[in-house]
């Protein structure tokens, strides 16, 4: 199907966003009107440049407030349009988009506004234009395409259809599977947009909240299906309206939104039983590695040491060491020590049935593959960039032949068995992009959007997990100023949290995170635990949650660079991430750390 | 009355909070119970700071889904309390904010809720409690004042009251008249938040919308009236969930908080005729003077004399001109070539009829007073800081006795004869500030927050203006990023535009900004104007509006450094600012000027 979106759904003058989208591989735009009338070229001259980027115009809009007016308006109201229709033919735009009048002088009455948009696409007809005509979800009389499509049946002309929004009848819980009862001919156009699910005023949601289809809360493809059993064949475009995307980068959006339409159509088609646009999903099943990459890799080392990992290899090339524990696999890359970059993240590897066809699905969804330097002999793997630039391998499942590349020994055991989620943290202009991106590469699920509250503004994170829990990420929001904590983290599952944190409690060294006494004193009103495993949570540091399924028990290391390491140990099938002891960490991780003669320095 | 705010109004660590408050000169805190559990202080060392601060801990909050509960949980509610009872007594806190209960498990049972609330007052009586219970606009069964004070007295224990809070009340619409029914004695706590008027979800709107007193819609004062009628003598208590608030500076936003509650008694006691804190409002009556500061008062000077200004004085002791046209006065100040700071507006003059009394009330709004160098013989202007860092000068109404500093000659008339409006650009967390600022100190009305498509993300602003239309200021959020351009602005009222823009057009170098010819094309549909008018503004540039009282002409210069000048001409009493041009206006300004070996280069 023909892919298009609004010229609205990205940042930029109009001939920025017509070749952002062209680059992107878009066949046509909505041409916005303000944003025609913003630019300095003359429409002949952007339909030129849509030509030669091979963009068809497909829709111009909106023109609003037309129809269900007293006579005297009427006349005003034609007027108006023939003027866009003149413009329209200068830009070479078919078709216009009708909204549904939102005015209070609109009148309630179908044959009214039938028998006016009659008038109105005999006067398109003129100039060989075809009218959508779209019920808003906030239009004064008509707000759903049931009630639309009732006044351009009654109105029968070959120049009037609808168009369907998908924002407009999902923000409203109108059932779409009623639109088969539209003829596919009569459907002009279809704009998609997903929406976080959010209570308020739909005009307000619409206008701030939209994002791209698989980053929200609506079905796409339960809308998708029945507008395509009607045999519409016109093309699917996405028109969002979003604060953080109008400041975002133009070219970056065009992919994102690009990305969206192709899961998209991944989607419809298991619906409706046709073929994929897609190489079949390949789940992943576990975390091969997590890659660190430090100034200080001595200091990190210490850090990894102290929770029972061992160093058991060292890259026969590159100056990248292995740590690991059971199936916990932790590279150390090291750079400069002049370099700016402080301890961060770099790389996650996850494990593969089918790693190669991981790879392949991932680049058919416009992921930028990676191609590192390898020595000859060296293992290969495949990998693609994320959202916020860190590397993505795709590792045999169960098999970790890459290891042999560091002339690896056998990892010690000990209560950490592996690596129990990864938290990255992205720039505003990227979080939703993070989630569609692993939902639709990975096959994550998605969690909702929560957020906790730091002593310097509010951390909003989002979860995502395969079914089985044996690949979760926690994408958060990243705050930009110095006095954010870090917001990277290694989670490790522990089998034994007790232990270790008893262990880890004894060392001379300090390496956990303090967690403030008030803490300890709430949780009693919170839980009724008993006195013993009260005391001992309190004496070990250690924080706790409870949800349907289950316990959860978790600490934090202090913080090197951007870094730190979470250990978490779930019991009976906690599915959550402790979020809310995430206020209190957060709080902790603000405090300066207690002065003590004892205590060498690990904090970047 | 005692002056209090919630620690979660605030950004920082707890201590950070208290320290902030006190030097604002609040009498008392609310502590937030997060706030408290993040703290790494015990809470009797809490209490003792909160003492050497004179801060008295008015109340601990919140303490939620007690009541209304079947037996079997009331239990489990009872346990929790004491635990927190124990906390508060600990921090010395005399007083627990039970909110009304938003489980599903509650019970719709009046009789039930006020049994179990008078034994948790019973509990709270044997640690010295007091309970303020409140009704939260999104509560199960219980969300006005009307019922949870039915309850409270149906209770009937002496240590259980209600707690008032403005956006509970108001985000319902519920009339705050009622509220003298209750007696002054049984009102334990009044909370005070302000919001903008916005169709949302209450609890959405609550969280993250709300803003102090003065900064949104609600009729704070109409609310306050009947509450201090009843004879309520607790404290008044800033309440405010604020994304922005919480990032922003912990110092400023407590000056920004007790400036609300200074200003809310002001007006309170206007309702009430009762004696004001605050010396009597002086209302500005005309714009004395803008003031640039410019790295190249050259170029500056040019475009001025190309608008008709003229060169009418040099400040005797500082490198300063006054520029002059009728009476629209500009200063130009000449910073050091090597400068960071290119040009840009620093300080405006307004006239007053009581300089003094202006400067005095500003300072008692917590204004920051400035202190000019000044020469010996040099006229003496008071003067402020505003939010945004821009000095505020109150200068004698009609009398411009500081031009005798410049030893100034008559200045030419042209058809500008006056400032207009002058744009200030504000950062994103002294926005709401700012508009609070004008309102207190200058008495201006501020209209609704607009928000204008730039190509780059959304322009959010809004317009202030006296009664008579004499000083109006538009105040615009600052987006950060090369790809900006300015929102600094003086807008210079025209008697005849189209004479100016005339004579503009004709000079040989190009000072105004162009408009893209499409403006045009959807301006015959927009306004039907006739051909010759039409052909007119196309010809001359010039920007067209109307409004339901006139019409309005408008055109803007080039930009240089950060600031641009508007021509504006009225008509019939047109009362907007055209912003329905600003997205053009913003796009043009954007688009690279065109390349003519004719034009000086007049940008920054």
Redesign the interface.
């Known amino acids: 199907m023909r892919k298009s979106i609004a010229t ?1 759904c990205v ?3 109009l001939t920025e966003k017509l070749e952002a989208v062209a680059r992107a591989g878009f066949d046509g735009v909505e041409i916005f ?8 070229l ?2 002949e001259r952007v339909r030129e440049r849509a030509d030669s980027l091979g963009l068809r115009i497909e829709l111009y809009q909106p023109f609003r407030d037309f129809e269900a007016v007293a006579p005297d308006r009427l006349a ?1 109201n034609l ?2 349009a023939e ?2 229709f ?2 329209m033919e200068r830009l070479g735009a078919g078709m216009m988009l009708v909204c549904s009048n939102v005015s209070p002088l609109a009148v309630d009455d179908d044959a009214l506004a039938a028998e006016q948009l009659r008038l109105l696409a005999e006067r398109a007809a003129d100039h060989g234009i075809r009218l959508a005509y779209e019920p808003l979800a906030w239009g004064r009389h008509v707000d759903t395409y049931a009630r639309a499509w009732r006044i351009v049946r009654m109105a029968g002309h070959p120049n009037l259809g609808i168009c369907l929004d998908s924002f407009h009848i999902l923000s409203r819980g109108s059932d779409p599977a009623g639109i088969e009862a539209i003829p596919g001919d009569k459907i002009f156009f279809v704009q998609l947009a997903d929406a976080p699910l ?4 739909v ?3 619409s206008r701030h909240y939209r994002c791209f289809p698989g980053q929200g809360g609506f079905d796409l493809a339960g809308l998708l299906a029945p507008v395509l059993r009607t045999g519409y064949a016109g093309p699917l475009s996405l028109e969002v309206f979003n ?1 953080s995307l ?2 975002a980068d133009t070219g970056r959006t065009a992919v994102d939104a690009m990305r969206s339409l192709i899961a998209l159509e991944e989607s419809v088609a298991q619906v409706l039983g046709t073929a994929s646009p897609l190489p079949r999903p390949v789940r992943p099943d576990g975390f091969a590695f997590a890659e660190l990459a430090t100034r200080d890799h001595k200091r990190l080392g210490g850090l990894l040491g102290a929770l029972g990992f061992a160093r058991t290899g060292q890259h026969e090339t590159k100056p990248v060491e292995l740590w690991e524990q059971g199936r916990a696999r932790i590279l150390l890359s090291r750079v400069h020590p002049d370099s700016p970059t402080d301890t961060s993240l770099v790389a996650i590897g996850v494990e593969s049935p089918d790693p190669a066809l991981s790879a392949e699905r991932a680049r058919a969804l416009l992921s930028p593959a990676l191609s590192r330097h390898r020595a000859p002999g060296s293992a290969r793997l495949d990998a693609v960039a994320t959202p916020d630039g860190t590397e993505l391998f795709f590792c045999d499942s169960g098999h970790p032949h890459w290891r042999e590349d560091f002339d690896a020994v056998t990892p010690p055991e000990g209560h950490i068995g592996g690596i129990d989620h990864v938290a990255l943290s992205h720039p505003w202009d990227r979080f939703d992009e993070a989630a569609l991106f692993y939902r639709s590469v990975l096959g994550l699920r998605p969690y909702e959007s929560v957020e906790a ?6 951390l909003r994170s989002r979860a995502m997990s395969n079914a089985d829990g044996t690949v979760r990420l926690t994408l958060t929001l990243a ?1 930009v100023g110095p006095q954010y904590p870090a917001e990277q983290h290694i989670a490790l599952a522990d089998a034994d949290i007790v232990a270790t944190a008893r262990r880890l409690r004894a060392l001379p060294e300090n390496v956990l995170l ?1 967690v ?4 300890y ?2 949780l ?3 839980f ?1 635990l008993g006195e013993e495993r009260h005391r001992e949570l309190r004496e070990l540091g250690l924080m706790y949650d409870r949800d349907e399924d289950g316990e959860f028990l978790h600490l934090c290391t202090v913080t090197v660079g951007r870094v730190f390491f979470e250990i978490v140990q779930r019991i009976c099938g906690y599915r959550g991430f402790g979020t809310a002891n995430t ?2 960490r ?3 991780q ?2 300066p750390a207690p002065v003590s003669p004892a205590a060498p320095d690990v904090r970047g």
Not at 198 to 201: E, I, K, P, T
Not at 516 to 519: L, S, V
């Open positions: 609205v940042g930029g003058s009107e303000n944003d025609l009338l913003g630019c300095p003359p429409p005003d007027r108006r003027h866009k003149r413009m959010l209570a308020m005023d005009l307000h949601w604060d109008r400041q509250a730091d002593p310097y503004g509010l705050r303090p403030p006494g008030n803490y004193d709430d009693r009103a919170r009724d206020p209190v957060l709080a902790a603000h405090t």
